[in-house]
């Protein structure tokens, strides 16, 4: 079985992600998307989802899951 790849936060703030390619807010931003990682606005159909712009991991904001990646 697979291990569930999540990312982390800053540990004096939760809004703070750090990217598992090591990418933070202040360099790339993590946008909200769809589950292909196409960018969105939030709001009705949105997941919860947000892709990071360094590297295409789209992430799950509720546990930092990675649940997938952007096709280049």
């Excluded at 999540?6 to 939760?14: C, F, G, V």
């Excluded at 990217?19 to 159909?45: H, R, T, V, Y």
Aim: aromatic share 8%; hydrophobic share 30%; with cysteine.
């Amino acid at each position: 079985m697979k291990r569930k790849e999540r990312i982390t936060h800053e540990p004096w703030d939760e809004r703070e992600w750090i990217c598992l390619c090591g990418n933070i807010p202040q360099e790339a931003p993590f946008m909200p998307c769809d589950e292909k990682g196409n960018q969105m606005e939030p709001g009705p159909g949105w997941k919860g989802l947000y892709v990071c712009e360094n590297c295409g991991r789209i992430i799950q904001s509720y546990g930092l899951e990675v649940v997938g990646r952007r096709k280049a």
